[in-house]
C-alpha cells in the first residue's frame, strides 16, 4: 500500500516563524522528508540565502526541489558538521529537524513501521543499512530486548514482551509485522492496544537506526555550526527525544547537568526560546491527526 501523501509537516507556521529566516541566510532542514519544511524556508529566502536539506531515504531522491538556493544531501544528518565541510559550509543561521515519521513510511506496508500494515518487519530509513527490525528481533539477547522496550518504548511490561519474542523465535523466525503483532499481543493491555504496540514498533524502530545517537551527534554539530543568534528548532513526537533535546538546550549536555565557568555563571552555549512546549491547536489536530503528539523546542545561540 503507498500513501498518496508523502508527509504533512506539523507545526509548519511555528516552525518557520521561530526560525526568525533572514533572506541571505544559509539554513539547514535536517530532515526534508516531504519537502514541507524546506519550501516553507526557500519562500522566506532572498536570492543569496542557502538551504542544505538532508534526508537518508533513497525514496525521497525523486521528488527533491528544482531551486539554485537548494542542496539536497542524501545522507544521515548525524554528519551534519561533515557535509557542511564539504559543502565549504563554515556557519549556519539556522537548522530545522523533524524527528517524526513521514506518512509515507507508516502507510506503505513493505517498509514494515506500522503494525496495522502486514509487510517485511524492516524498519530502516536507510535500506542500505545492514541491520533491520527482524534482525534485531532474531539476535538480540532476550536482556538487550528488554532494555530496548523499556528504554525507547517506556513498557511497564519490557522484560515480558522480551521473553515472549524470544520463546516464539525458538520455533520459527518473526519475519512480518504481523508475526511480531500477534506474538506480543498477550503482553499487551487490551485497554491501550494500539498505544502498546505503537510504543513496541517505535522502540525497534529507535534501535534499527541508532536515533538517540543521531540526534545527540546532529545537536552538537549544530550548535558549533550556528552564528551566534542563530537558531535551531526541534520537533519531537515522544517524551525520550524530548527529554534530550530540553536537555541540551538549556544546559549544553544530554544529561541536563548545570555547569558553571569559574566566576559560576552558567556556561549552557544556547538559550531556549520557548519554555513552554508548543504543541499543534485543535484546528492543526483535527486537520493532521498524527500531529497530535508533536512537540516544539526552539533555542537560540547565545
Given at each position: 500500500?503507498?500513501?498518496?501523501?508523502?508527509?504533512?509537516p506539523a507545526l509548519l507556521g511555528a516552525c518557520i516563524e521561530n526560525l526568525a529566516i533572514r533572506p541571505d541566510g544559509t539554513y539547514v532542514d535536517a530532515t526534508y522528508g516531504g519537502g514541507g519544511h524546506?519550501?516553507?524556508?526557500?519562500?522566506?529566502?532572498?536570492?543569496?540565502?542557502?538551504?542544505?536539506?538532508?534526508d537518508q531515504d533513497e525514496d525521497v531522491c525523486s521528488h527533491t526541489i528544482d531551486d539554485p538556493r537548494f542542496t539536497f544531501i542524501h545522507g544521515?544528518?548525524?554528519?551534519?558538521?561533515?557535509f557542511m565541510r564539504y559543502h565549504e559550509v563554515e556557519a549556519i543561521d539556522g537548522l530545522l529537524a523533524d524527528l517524526g515519521v513521514s506518512f509515507h513510511h507508516f502507510d506503505t506496508s513493505e517498509r514494515g513501521f506500522s503494525f496495522r500494515?502486514?509487510?517485511?518487519?524492516?524498519?530502516?530509513?536507510?535500506?542500505?543499512?545492514?541491520?533491520?527490525?527482524?534482525?534485531?528481533?532474531?539476535?538480540?539477547?532476550q536482556e538487550k530486548l528488554s532494555d530496548i522496550f523499556y528504554l525507547y518504548g517506556e513498557l511497564r511490561s519490557a522484560?515480558?514482551?522480551?521473553?515472549t519474542i524470544v520463546a516464539a523465535r525458538r520455533k520459527n523466525r518473526i519475519e512480518t509485522t504481523g508475526q511480531l503483532a500477534e506474538i506480543v499481543s498477550p503482553c499487551i493491555d487490551r485497554?491501550?492496544?494500539?498505544?502498546?504496540?505503537?510504543?513496541?514498533?517505535?522502540?525497534?524502530?529507535?534501535?534499527?537506526?541508532?536515533?538517540?545517537?543521531?540526534?545527540?551527534?546532529?545537536?552538537?554539530?549544530a550548535v558549533t555550526l550556528l552564528r551566534q543568534g542563530g537558531r535551531i528548532a526541534i520537533l519531537t513526537y515522544h517524551s525520550l527525544?524530548?527529554?534530550?533535546?530540553?536537555?541540551?538546550f538549556k544546559t549544553g549536555n544530554f544529561?541536563?547537568?548545570?555547569?558553571?565557568?569559574?566566576?559560576?555563571?552558567?556556561?549552557?552555549?544556547?538559550?531556549?526560546?520557548?519554555?513552554?512546549?508548543?504543541?499543534?491547536?485543535?484546528?492543526?489536530?483535527?486537520?493532521n491527526p498524527r500531529a497530535r503528539s508533536a512537540k516544539l523546542r526552539v533555542a537560540e545561540k547565545l
Open positions: 500500500m503507498q500513501s498518496t501523501v508523502y508527509h504533512i524546506s519550501r516553507a524556508i526557500l519562500e522566506r529566502l532572498g536570492a543569496k540565502g542557502r538551504l542544505f536539506s538532508f544521515n544528518f548525524r554528519f551534519l558538521k561533515n500494515l502486514d509487510g517485511h518487519l524492516d524498519m530502516r530509513m536507510n535500506r542500505r543499512a545492514h541491520l533491520s527490525a527482524a534482525d534485531v528481533v532474531a539476535d538480540y539477547p522484560r515480558k514482551i522480551a521473553e485497554r491501550q492496544e494500539k498505544k502498546e504496540l505503537a510504543c513496541i514498533f517505535q522502540a525497534l524502530r529507535i534501535e534499527v537506526n541508532l536515533e538517540t545517537e543521531a540526534l545527540q551527534k546532529m545537536l552538537s554539530s527525544e524530548d527529554r534530550i533535546v530540553k536537555n541540551f544529561e541536563g547537568r548545570v555547569e558553571k565557568d569559574f566566576f559560576g555563571k552558567e556556561s549552557a552555549p544556547l538559550r531556549p526560546l520557548n519554555n513552554k512546549v508548543i504543541v499543534p491547536d485543535e484546528e492543526e489536530i483535527i486537520r
